[in-house]
């Protein structure tokens, strides 16, 4: 089953609105990764993950991995109308193959 | 990172015929990765390829379905077998950046969208 889990599943914003979307592992991860996938498109790595607390940033885009590497979080500041799209994290929960988390469906409303 | 033509891009076909899937790739790799994603759902790996031996296949997918080829370190394909509606999905090759073994991310092609009638 699915090993890595993500929430929310949809989430609907005003232009110019924040966005978070969380991404939980009942396993202590290696690394994650996040991916973005534009409608009609295939997934893009975006970043990846690898300290226990770590933070990066990319313009709008923080990335978290918790102190526990056991979550992690994307935030989105001030979302445009380029940002709609779904955001897929994946991790290699067992140490070998990576797993697609179940992804967040951004829509931005102008 | 690599790129990866794919092709086709998409297919309407009738069940019970097969559809061979082609991923391309402008440099080598040890690796080569086949997932499938239904529509608006999330991406379950296939099977990996590698070059010179049968690939290695996920749980819930067997080789007479999806028999996969991997001639060299460039090339891959994968074909679905004795189609039927349900395989109707978008499916996607991928590679990894790798460096000193390490996984740094995929790279995915451009996706096959194929739709079974």
Known sequence: ?110 | SAVISQKPSRDICQRGTSLTIQCQVDSQVTMMFWYRQQPGQSLTLIATANQGSEATYESGFVIDKFPISRPNLTFSTLTVSNMSPEDSSIYLCSVEKTFDFYNYGYTFGSGTRLTVV
Not at chain 1, 26 to 40: A, C, E, F, M, V
Not at chain 1, 64 to 70: I, P, R, S
Not at chain 1, 79 to 94: I, K, N, S
Request: charged content about 15%.
């Open chain 1, 1 to 110: 089953g699915q090993q890595v889990m993500q929430i929310p599943q949809y989430q609907h914003v005003q232009e110019g609105e924040d966005f978070t979307t969380y991404c939980n592992s009942s396993t202590t991860l290696s690394n994650i990764q996040w991916y973005k996938q534009r409608p009609g498109g295939h997934p893009v790595f975006l970043i990846q993950l690898v300290k226990s607390g770590e933070v990066k940033k990319q313009k709008r885009l923080t990335f978290q991995f918790g102190e526990a590497k056991k979550n992690s979080s994307l935030h989105i500041t001030a979302t445009q109308t380029t940002d709609v799209g779904t955001y897929f994290c994946a991790a290699p929960p067992l140490g070998q193959n990576f797993v697609f988390g179940p992804g967040t469906r951004l829509s931005v409303l102008p």
